[in-house]
Every structure is written in C-alpha cells, then in structure tokens.
C-alpha cells in the first residue's frame, strides 16, 4: 500500500513537473492572439480610451516592467497590462501598449490638456511624457514612440487588436537640447 501510494505521489509530481517545463518550452501555447474590442461603431471619431482587464497575461512576452508600488499608478503586477486605442477622425484605429516605453509608467487617455492644443493624448502620469492619438511622442522625457500592435475592423464590424506582435515605437531626438556637453579635463601632470 505504502508503495503505491508512494508512486502515485511520485507520478503526479513527475507530471507537474512536465507541465511546468512544457510552459518555458512551449511559453506562447495558452496566450490569446487577438483582441476583440466589439463594434467599431462604439467609438467616435477623434476619441480614444485606455482598456483595462481585458487580457490576463501569465507571461512576459512584451516585457511590461514591474512598477514602483506606492507611486501614481504603480502595481506590483508585472502582468499589468493597458491596452491604449484611438479612432481617427478617418475612422482608421491605432492599438497601443499603454505604457511609457522609458520607464513603463502607465498611460492615460486625456483630453484636457489646451497647452497641447486640440484632440486627446496619451499622457504618462509619471513624468508627463505625452503622446498623440497616433502614439507620437509630442512633450516629455521619453526618447521614442509608444509601442503599437496592428489592428484591424473584421467582416462583422469588430475592432481586431492583434496581440501577437509588439511593433518598438520610433526612436526621437530629446526633447529637450542640453546643447555641446562640457569638454573632458585634460590631465595637467602628476604630483611629486
């Protein structure tokens, strides 16, 4: 009896074990490869959202950083994961990863900002990097776009975020010009 039960544990550790080692082998197996948004119509154009708790992620397949607990918007989540979406006034959509790419604070959609002029952005509300509705970096310290997925209205009139590919924003010049850096100190001789 004593074996038996000894090998029965052994077989369901083995098999967890196996599981286990599938997932850092097999890792994409069980993640979602599209997002489904509902109907176009539900967005006007010119708007755009930040979603949230639409995609449970197990992984770290696009490399969302663990955020400073107790800091604006910060979890200890590394899953934590915003999808940002703008409908343009052509009625084309732009899919996001809602986050800022230098120092993965999450984004909001605003459109209360009138230094910026017209429209909505997405603002980092960390450091106040802030972008477009095209993901364009347009204010802040951030030195590239926003990371964006491909997405796509279907036959039925649903908008399709494809989660399979994170497309790297652009890379930007500063935003700010800290001008020529100071020239290095040429050596003057040693002490005796």
């Not at 077989?11 to 080692?21: N, R």
């Not at 959609?109 to 952005?121: A, N, Q």
């Not at 964006?148 to 994170?166: A, K, N, Q």
Request: aromatic fraction near 10%.
């Amino acid at each position: 009896m004593r074996r038996a039960l000894l090998g029965a544990t052994g077989a369901v550790a083995l098999g967890a074990f196996g599981v286990v080692l599938a997932g850092f082998i097999w890792p994409e197996g069980g993640l979602r490869s599209e997002l489904n948004l509902g109907p176009a119509d539900a967005f006007t154009p010119g708007s755009g959202a930040v979603l949230t708790d639409l995609v449970d992620f197990t992984d770290t397949r696009w490399d969302v950083p663990v955020l400073m607990a107790g800091s604006p918007g910060f979890t200890r989540n590394p899953q934590a994961v915003r999808i940002g979406l703008a409908r343009h006034e052509d009625g084309e959509f732009s899919a996001f990863l809602a986050r800022d790419p230098r120092n993965g604070c999450p984004l909001d959609w605003r459109t209360d900002l009138p230094s910026l002029g017209p429209g909505g952005y997405f603002r980092d509300r960390c450091h106040s990097s802030t972008y477009d509705a095209s993901g364009v970096r347009v204010f802040g310290p951030t030195p590239k776009d926003m990371d964006y997925f491909d997405v796509r209205v279907d036959e039925e009139g649903d908008v399709i975020v494809d989660l399979r590919t994170l497309h790297e924003g652009e890379r930007m010049p500063p935003a700010v010009d800290y001008g020529t850096p100071y020239p290095t100190a040429t050596p003057v001789g040693a002490f005796p």
